[in-house]
C-alpha cells in the first residue's frame, strides 16, 4: 500500500523559533491534510489542501501542496508552548469523496519556554 | 454536546475477555471509521461504515468485528481480546463531499485507551 514519510520524527524547539516538517510519498495524492494530536486526544484538523502547488494558512501555520504532488510541507511561526503535540500528514489518493486516507506516523514537536 | 463521542476513555481487560468500544456522532455523518494507534505505526484503519448496515474491512481488521444498526453510533468489539491488542483507539466520521472543503474531512473522537493484561 502506500506509504508516507515524515519527518522529522521529534524536534525541540525554543519558543518563538520557526518550525518546518514534511510528508513525502512515491505515490501521487489528491489531496494532503494535517492533522495535530494533543496528548490524551484525538487528532484535530488543521489544514486541508486540494490542489497541487496551493498554500494554505491557518493563523501561524502555512501548509503546501507540492507541485509533484507527492509531497507536503508544514509551517510553524513563532512557536508557543500551546504548539506541542504530534503534528500528521494524512493523504488521499482517490478524489474528495473517497474515504480512505493514509497517515504518517506523526512529528513530535516539544518547544522549549 | 454535537460532536463525536467515545466511551470508555480507559479499559482494563484481560486476555481472552469480550469488549465493546462505543463511538458515537451527532452530526449524522454517513461515513464512521476506527483506527489505532500504535507507537511506531501510526493510524491503522481497522474497519469503516459507509452507512447504517454496510461495513468494510481496513487495513487491520482481524480480531475486530463492528456493527452499524445506527447512523449515529459504530461499536467496536474485540471477541477474545488479546496482549497485541493493548492500543489507543479513536472513531472518526465524516460526510464524503465533492467539493475538496475541509468540513467534509475526517473528524476524530477523543480516543479510548485499551489495555489487556
Known amino acids: 500500500g502506500q506509504q508516507l514519510n515524515q519527518s522529522p520524527q521529534s524536534m525541540f524547539i525554543q519558543e518563538g523559533e520557526d518550525v518546518s516538517m514534511n510528508c513525502t510519498s512515491s505515490?501521487?495524492?489528491?489531496?494532503w491534510l494535517w492533522y495535530k494530536q494533543d496528548p490524551g486526544e484525538g487528532p484535530v484538523l488543521l489544514i486541508a489542501?486540494?490542489?497541487?502547488?496551493e498554500l494554505t494558512s491557518n493563523g501561524r501555520l502555512t501548509a503546501q501542496f507540492g507541485i509533484t504532488r507527492k509531497d507536503s510541507f508544514l509551517n510553524i511561526s513563532a512557536s508557543i508552548p500551546s504548539d506541542v503535540g504530534i503534528y500528521f500528514c494524512?493523504?488521499?489518493?482517490?478524489?474528495?469523496?473517497?474515504?480512505?486516507?493514509?497517515f504518517g506516523k506523526g512529528t513530535k514537536l516539544s518547544v522549549i519556554p | 454536546d454535537a460532536g463525536i463521542t467515545q466511551s470508555p476513555r480507559y479499559k482494563i481487560t484481560e486476555t481472552g475477555r469480550q469488549v465493546t468500544l462505543m463511538c458515537h456522532q451527532t452530526?449524522?455523518?454517513?461515513?464512521m471509521f476506527w483506527y489505532r494507534q500504535d507507537l511506531g505505526h501510526g493510524l491503522r484503519l481497522i474497519y469503516y461504515?459507509?452507512?447504517?448496515?454496510?461495513?468494510d474491512k481496513g487495513e487491520v481488521p482481524d480480531g475486530y468485528v463492528v456493527s452499524r444498526s445506527k447512523t449515529e453510533n459504530f461499536p467496536l468489539t474485540l471477541e477474545s481480546a488479546t496482549r497485541s491488542q493493548t492500543s489507543v483507539y479513536f472513531c472518526?466520521?465524516?460526510?464524503?463531499?465533492?467539493?475538496?472543503?475541509?468540513?467534509?474531512?475526517?473528524?476524530f473522537g477523543p480516543g479510548t485507551r485499551l489495555t489487556v493484561t
Open positions: 472518526a466520521s465524516r460526510n464524503p463531499g465533492l467539493a475538496g472543503l475541509s468540513s467534509y474531512e475526517q473528524y
Open positions: 505515490s501521487i495524492f489528491n489531496t
Open positions: 489542501l486540494y490542489k497541487a502547488g
Open positions: 494524512a493523504g488521499r489518493i482517490g478524489g474528495a469523496g473517497s474515504y480512505q486516507l493514509t
Open positions: 452530526w449524522s455523518h454517513s461515513y
Open positions: 461504515s459507509a452507512a447504517a448496515d454496510i461495513t
